[in-house]
Structure formats: C-alpha cells, structure tokens
C-alpha cells in the first residue's frame, strides 16, 4: 500500500523568501507524480507532473525535484508571495495504468506580506 | 478547451437519504476519478471509470456507487448517507494521452446532518 508523507504541515514564511515543501513516498514503483495547489474549500489545482524517468519540472517560480530511489519529491516556490498561499498536495499513482491517486495530508502554506 | 465541472456546488442532506453529484470531464478525456475529502485530509480515492466501465474502487462501502455515461461524464450516488459522509467530493479527469495527469473539478461540499 502506498504511504505519502509531507512534511511540514504547515509553515509560514515572510514575502519573498524561497518555500521548501517535501514529499515522501513508501512505494518507488510510481509512473508519474504530480503537485496539486487547494485554495480553502475549493478543488485542486495542478500545478506540475514529473514522469518517472524526469528528475525535475520547471514552471514559472515553481520547480520540482524527483527521486525514485529515495522516495522524495522536493517542489521549490521562489520569491514567494502573499498570492502563493494555499495548501500544497503531492500524489502519486501507482503504476502505468493506475489512475488511483495516493495523496499526502498537504502543506498549508501561509507567506506574510 | 472546457475544464472539469461539478455540480452541485453544495448541498445538505440528512442521515438516511440519497444523494447524486454530477461532473463533466475535459474535453478529450475518458476517464473520470472521485474522491472524498475529508477536512483537513488529503484526498480519498473511492473509484474510477474508464469508457463507462468501473476501473478500480477505493475502501469505500458498497453504498458509494457510480455511473459513466457515453459522453464520459458521470455520478456519484451515495445511499443512505451517514455523518462521516460530510465532506468535500473532487472529481477528476484524465487521459492516457496526457501522462495521465489529473484535471480535478472545483468539488461539492456535501454536510449531513
């Protein structure tokens, strides 16, 4: 059974310094993984998708580091602003044809203006 | 390109009855995912349907049912809803031509009471 763990739970940091939100995971046999943004009460967002054979994704500010072997995924926020707010989820699907999505409790990030 | 609708957007129901929530799935996607979650949790898969198929359940009890329609747009049926049924209900879409990568709706807020 896969187990996602994101730590921290919550952090809050001033305007502008870089965030540092981690991802581990129990099974390395993943197809892809994907970070997803929740503003409260609302859906999911999804912000980037590694494959299994990438190491890294880059979209804007964000960028997002995978390792099989150890199990962990690292995603970056540079410069963060007040408008980076949110609670941030990692998932996983288990194999090539498994849509089935494990997720992580999230990281509710709250960056002060 | 239409993204992942869901309707509705809330709704309140009381211990005993049914209830059905509907999405729509982006355009050119085949497979639609649900999932609960609770608050302040990561969310839940309860299963997925592949051309109008059922293509995976989650730890759900039989009483969380599904349907997909030709247009690949589907429901979610809950019967006789109980308190810990209250909760956030996401859907998703996704296509093997796109990674597999996850378009999730803006979800309903189903309380029981």
């Known amino acids: 059974k896969q187990e996602v763990t994101q730590i921290p739970a919550a952090l809050s940091v001033p305007e502008g310094e870089n965030l540092v939100l981690n991802c581990s995971f129990t099974d390395s046999a993943i197809y892809n993984l994907q970070w997803f943004r929740q503003d409260p009460g609302k859906g999911l967002t999804s912000l980037l998708l590694i494959q299994s054979s990438q190491r890294e994704q880059t979209s804007g500010r964000l960028n997002a580091s995978l390792d099989k072997s150890s199990g962990r995924s690292t995603l970056y926020i540079a410069a963060s602003q007040p408008g980076d707010s949110a609670t941030y989820l990692c998932?996983?699907?288990?194999?090539?044809?498994?849509?089935?999505?494990?997720f992580g409790a999230g990281t509710t990030v709250t960056v002060r203006a | 390109e239409t993204g992942v609708t869901q309707s509705p957007t809330h709704l309140i129901k009381t211990r005993g009855q049914q209830v059905t929530l509907r999405c729509s799935s982006q355009?050119?996607?085949?497979?639609v995912s649900w999932y609960q979650q609770a608050l302040g949790q990561g969310p839940q898969f309860i299963f997925q349907y592949y051309r109008e198929e059922e293509n995976g359940r989650g730890n759900f009890p039989p009483r969380f049912s599904g349907l997909q329609f030709p247009n690949y747009s589907s429901e979610l049926n809950v019967n006789a809803l109980e308190l810990d049924d209250s909760a956030l209900y996401l859907c998703?879409?996704?296509?093997?031509?796109?990674?597999?990568?996850?378009?999730f709706g803006p979800g309903t807020r189903l309380t029981v009471l």
């Open positions: 355009s050119g996607h085949n497979t």
């Open positions: 998703a879409s996704s296509s093997r031509r796109e990674y597999n990568e996850q378009f």
């Open positions: 998932a996983v699907p288990k194999g090539s044809n498994d849509y089935k999505l494990s």
